[in-house]
């Protein structure tokens, strides 16, 4: 799983708790970006901001893209020593100027009744983060930190639709790890909550009336550090999702539900996870957005059942070709037996402005609130505030 927002040593088992909300100052997990269902399902955010314009000519030779995102960020209380700020993500650095993820994407589409491949190649803070925290080592998922994406992929001759193999983005979640491709930059509450990529195989169908079926098996749905390509419990785990894009094109719905017996931090867990998207179009220039998350954890053997409910509302505007503003309101409740519940939620602004048609840059002003004490840094460096305000200016370059 991804994020963590309050210390771990207010829980009497790190297992369950890990499970239930992991809140630590080293951040989590993620996914891919928002736009509709692709050839082979990468993406599983909500629909594009824009009609697309019709289907460009197929292209079956190895291809290249990739990004740099960099940002510098400010805690309002100014924490000493330039520490790392618990309640986020991937933007976890205070008034140290900081790469997020330099990416890198080799890939071959597949023919119809042919054979293709993607890689993703990943480096920066969101390298250690997927993969265990940062300053992640070499052991455990952590020897996979800069192979983000790897698989191939085999497409039905006809009407389209495929199997993939090998490791790949999880469908969970609205927001993705590519940051140019969410409406803010910061990532959700909700985010913190979810598994960031799979091992396995996945099988999905050709898109008919706006309708596609994803089917996984995957070796594990929890990500922890020593959990995620592999899992000690040997058993595997499956997902199901549907998505429906309006042939209107003015909404798009998609629905992920699955679960599995695992291994995670040597503790047999029985997982079941939720998420359900929703983006509506309200003009050529606006949408709205809703990600509904649900997860029910039960550890073998203790009684520490967790359960998760969360949520995240967004605005998206787009003013002129350039510019643009996004709104969001998240958070989450997880319940752990024996322990308090947690209630963080936080409220962003974000404003972008594309100075370049491959450089896009942001500024945006967040504020954090939990209802535990303790949880955010103070002046002093220490965690003994229930709320927490920043700001950040950051650029994503692509190529």
Same mark, same amino acid.
């Not at 009407?159 to 609205?174: I, N, Q, R, S, W």
């Not at 909550?193 to 309708?211: I, M, S």
């Not at 909404?251 to 929703?278: C, M, Q, R, Y």
């Given at each position: 799983?991804?994020?963590? *927002?309050?210390? !771990?040593?207010? $829980?009497?088992? /790190?297992?369950?708790?890990? =499970?239930?909300?992991?809140? @630590?100052?080293?951040? +989590?997990?993620?996914?891919?970006?928002?736009?509709a269902p692709p050839a082979?399902?990468?993406?599983?955010?909500?629909?594009?901001?824009?009609?697309?314009?019709?289907?460009?000519?197929?292209?079956?030779?190895?291809?290249?893209?990739?990004?740099?995102?960099?940002?510098?960020?400010?805690?309002?209380?100014?924490?000493?020593?330039?520490?790392?700020?618990?309640?986020?993500?991937?933007?976890?650095?205070?008034?140290?100027?900081?790469?997020? *993820?330099?990416? !890198?994407?080799? $890939?071959?589409? /597949?023919?119809?009744?042919? =054979?293709?491949?993607?890689? @993703?190649?990943?480096? +920066?803070?969101?390298?250690?983060?997927?993969?265990?925290?940062?300053?992640?080592?070499?052991?455990?998922?952590?020897?996979?930190?800069?192979?983000?994406?790897?698989?191939?992929?085999?497409?039905?001759?006809?009407?389209?639709?495929?199997?993939?193999?090998?490791?790949?983005?999880?469908?969970?979640?609205?927001?993705?790890?590519?940051?140019?491709?969410?409406?803010?930059?910061?990532?959700?509450?909700?985010?913190?909550?979810?598994?960031?990529?799979?091992?396995?195989?996945?099988?999905?169908?050709?898109?008919?009336?706006? =309708?596609?079926?994803?089917?996984?098996?995957?070796?594990?749905?929890?990500?922890?550090?020593?959990?995620?390509?592999?899992?000690?419990?040997?058993?595997?785990?499956?997902?199901?999702?549907?998505?429906?894009?309006?042939?209107?094109?003015?909404?798009?719905?998609?629905?992920?539900?699955?679960?599995?017996?695992?291994?995670?931090?040597?503790?047999?867990?029985?997982?079941?996870?939720?998420?359900?998207?929703?983006?509506?179009?309200?003009?050529?220039?606006?949408?709205?957005?809703?990600?509904?998350?649900?997860?029910?954890?039960?550890?073998?053997?203790?009684?520490?059942?967790?359960?998760?409910?969360?949520?995240?509302?967004?605005?998206?505007?787009?003013?002129?070709?350039?510019?643009?503003?996004?709104?969001?309101?998240?958070?989450?409740?997880?319940?752990?037996?024996?322990?308090?519940?947690?209630?963080?939620?936080?409220?962003?602004?974000?404003?972008?402005?594309?100075?370049?048609?491959?450089?896009?840059?942001?500024?945006?002003?967040?504020?954090?609130?939990?209802?535990?004490?303790?949880?955010?840094?103070?002046?002093?460096?220490?965690?003994?505030?229930?709320?927490?305000?920043?700001?950040s200016v950051s650029g994503?370059?692509?190529?």
């Amino acid at each position: 799983m991804r994020t963590n *927002l309050i210390d !771990l040593k207010k $829980f009497s088992t /790190a297992a369950a708790v890990l =499970l239930a909300v992991g809140m @630590t100052v080293a951040p +989590g997990m993620a996914q891919t970006p928002p736009t509709a269902p692709p050839a082979s399902p990468d993406t599983t955010a909500p629909a594009p901001e824009q009609a697309p314009s019709g289907p460009a000519a197929p292209n079956y030779e190895i291809q290249y893209n990739g990004l740099v995102d960099g940002y510098l960020q400010y805690q309002f209380n100014n924490p000493k020593d330039s520490q790392t700020l618990t309640g986020r993500v991937y933007d976890v650095r205070h008034l140290t100027p900081a790469l997020a *993820l330099a990416e !890198l994407n080799v $890939f071959k589409n /597949a023919k119809p009744g042919g =054979l293709g491949f993607k890689a @993703t190649l990943i480096a +920066g803070d969101t390298a250690d983060i997927n993969h265990g925290g940062l300053g992640v080592g070499g052991t455990g998922e952590g020897r996979w930190k800069n192979v983000q994406q790897l698989y191939g992929t085999y497409a039905f001759a006809g009407a389209g639709g495929g199997v993939d193999f090998g490791k790949f983005y999880t469908p969970y979640g609205y927001e993705v790890t590519e940051s140019n491709a969410n409406y803010n930059y910061s990532r959700s509450d909700v985010f913190g909550l979810l598994p960031f990529y799979h091992f396995g195989v996945r099988a999905y169908t050709p898109t008919k009336n706006g =309708l596609t079926f994803t089917g996984y098996i995957v070796s594990a749905i929890i990500d922890t550090p020593d959990a995620g390509v592999q899992d000690d419990n040997k058993e595997p785990s499956f997902i199901g999702q549907v998505n429906y894009t309006d042939p209107g094109g003015k909404f798009v719905v998609i629905e992920t539900l699955g679960g599995g017996n695992e291994k995670p931090f040597g503790v047999t867990t029985k997982a079941l996870l939720s998420d359900t998207d929703f983006t509506y179009n309200v003009t050529s220039s606006s949408l709205v957005g809703f990600n509904y998350f649900y997860a029910k954890y039960n550890p073998d053997g203790a009684d520490n059942d967790t359960t998760q409910n969360g949520y995240a509302v967004y605005f998206k505007q787009t003013l002129t070709p350039k510019t643009g503003f996004a709104l969001r309101v998240s958070g989450f409740d997880s319940k752990t037996q024996g322990a308090p519940k947690v209630k963080p939620y936080e409220v962003t602004a974000t404003y972008e402005y594309k100075a370049a048609a491959n450089f896009l840059t942001r500024a945006e002003f967040r504020h954090d609130h939990s209802n535990i004490a303790n949880t955010f840094l103070d002046g002093d460096g220490v965690g003994s505030k229930k709320e927490q305000d920043t700001f950040s200016v950051s650029g994503v370059f692509t190529f």
